[in-house]
């Protein structure tokens, strides 16, 4: 079995190696967010639905391992319970893609939300900040453009290591989207593009799918976005139910 939490230790470790002491105190490692008493490599190895978040950064002082948000004693027992609206927006996410056969929405979502928590404490699922210096609470379009461009290869040999085939993208600037397909992705050409202003709204959802890997890559904006609940939903759980009825990926 695949050890991935110990091979992103190892790229860490390389990752970390450039930088000097301030930095490497502000270095988020990530990868497969630990659920107590569970063997999460091997549910990843063989989740049909490997979802990978990327998000911004850390937005504190000092960096922390991220896998640990739902199991250390300082606040796992709060993010378990969804008592923030941070992680009940990406659990409901989660959910939503986990559990969608074509027909999931916001409200079926919200009227399962027991489910949404379960799903939430007991299926692998990656969450990586793609900028691994922490920051403060808002991080620019630049700073996320500056850190992408120099941690390119880093955080490719990172999505390498889970291979994830759902990535959902946390930046309202796109920064993190236009990475992930003009960058790791480059030179690939999606099989399958769906981009459209949502009906009678005023956001665009987005979704490439790459069938030569079976990976899925969805727009989103970032949970810390001011906006209504199920325009965060929706943007991302629109394109996918898009992506499952129009293009009917046969292994996703």
Not at 75 to 96: D, P, S, V
């Amino acid at each position: 079995m695949i050890k991935y939490n110990d091979l992103l230790d190892t790229l860490f470790e390389c990752w970390n190696d450039g930088l000097d002491d301030v930095s490497n105190m502000k270095f988020c490692k990530d990868g497969i967010m630990l659920h107590t008493g569970k063997d999460v490599d091997a549910l990843w190895e063989t989740a049909s639905r490997r979802i990978m978040f990327l998000l911004k950064d850390c937005p504190d002082e000092w960096g922390y391992d991220t896998r640990t948000m739902l199991s250390n004693e300082k606040n796992g027992e709060a993010n378990r319970n969804l008592k923030n609206n941070f992680t009940r927006k990406l659990a409901k996410i989660l959910y939503g893609i986990y559990e969608n056969k074509g027909e999931i929405n916001d409200k079926y979502v919200n009227d399962h939300i027991d489910k949404v928590k379960e799903t939430w404490n007991t299926i692998p699922f990656a969450f990586i900040e793609t900028k691994k210096l922490a920051g403060d609470k808002d991080v620019s379009s630049s700073e996320m453009a500056y850190a992408l461009k120099r941690d390119s290869l880093f955080l490719a040999k990172e999505i390498d290591i889970l291979r994830p085939n759902i990535i959902v993208c946390f930046d309202g600037e796109n920064n993190i989207f236009n990475y992930v397909t003009q960058e790791y992705f480059k030179g690939v050409e999606p099989s399958f593009k769906k981009e459209y202003k949502y009906p009678n709204a005023k956001f665009y959802c987005c979704i490439y799918y790459y069938e030569q890997s079976n990976t899925a890559v969805i727009n989103s904006f970032h949970p810390s976005y001011v906006e209504e609940d199920w325009i965060f939903q929706e943007r991302v759980l629109s394109p996918f139910r898009g992506l499952l009825n129009d293009y009917k990926p046969k292994n996703l």
